[in-house]
């Protein structure tokens, strides 16, 4: 069963407006981490944000945010003020905390395009 | 910092021929992995090292594909003999360890293997 769901493949969204990608997760671990990756064409998988389980508020970094919806088992990233640099592909990926390696899991990702 | 090094960047091969890659992970990390990223999926989780020990290997194909990281520090990835279905980006990450819930994953810009 896939533990990451990233139903979007693709997105498009307009410069300097907000968008929204999805991510639904499957666990029955209470404790887990979230994050969220972002893959210009370079290849290079760059860290973005981090939201736990335990959290009591939504995660943000500038302009990142993570719509945590515990029950719903989603995380979806929220970037405001979209840049043509944001243009890339998006990965939400999760730790769980039972798990004696720590590794982290990916879901298919997303490829953002942002429009001038 | 010096952020993972990996090389070489990009590989083409014909069926049945050997391959190698090389990572040099981000100083003072103890835990180096080794994910398989095929066109349009997320990376899937190869081989995990922990210094020099094995941690996961549960998805390795280990009839052709070895890993080592003999002194806990830079580590090799071999394939022999490589198949079609292994053209894919291998991207090596490094984290300072394995042991919280948070430990972000420092990424290489990956080797881009195509199998003709």
């Known amino acids: 069963a896939q533990k990451i769901t990233q139903t979007q493949p693709g997105m498009f969204v307009q410069e300097k407006e907000a968008v929204t990608l999805d991510c639904t997760y499957d666990t029955s671990d209470p404790s887990y981490g979230l994050f969220w990756y972002k893959q210009p064409s370079s290849g290079e998988m760059i860290f973005l944000i981090y939201q736990g389980s335990y959290d009591q508020q939504n995660a943000t970094e500038g302009r990142y945010s993570l719509n945590f919806q515990k029950a719903r088992k989603s995380a979806n990233l929220v970037i405001s003020a979209s840049q043509l640099g944001d243009s890339a592909m998006y990965f939400c990926?999760?730790?769980?905390?039972?798990?004696?390696?720590?590794?982290?899991?990916f879901g298919q990702g997303t490829t953002l395009q942002v429009k001038p | 910092e010096a952020g993972v090094a990996q090389s070489p960047r990009y590989k083409i091969i014909e069926k049945r021929q050997s391959v190698a890659f090389w990572c040099n992970p981000i100083s003072g990390h103890a835990t180096l992995y080794w994910y398989q990223q095929i066109l349009g999926q997320g990376p899937k989780l190869l081989i995990q090292f922990q210094n020099n020990g094995v941690v996961d290997d549960s998805q390795l194909p280990k009839d052709r594909f070895s890993a080592e990281r003999l002194k806990g520090v830079d580590s090799t990835l071999k394939i022999q003999p490589a198949k079609l279905e292994d053209s894919a980006v291998y991207l090596c990450?490094?984290?300072?360890?394995?042991?919280?819930?948070?430990?972000?994953?420092?990424f290489g810009s990956g080797t881009q293997l195509s199998v003709l």
């Open positions: 990926a999760m730790r769980e905390g039972r798990s004696n390696t720590g590794k982290l899991i």
């Open positions: 990450a490094s984290s300072l360890s394995r042991g919280t819930l948070n430990e972000k994953l420092f």
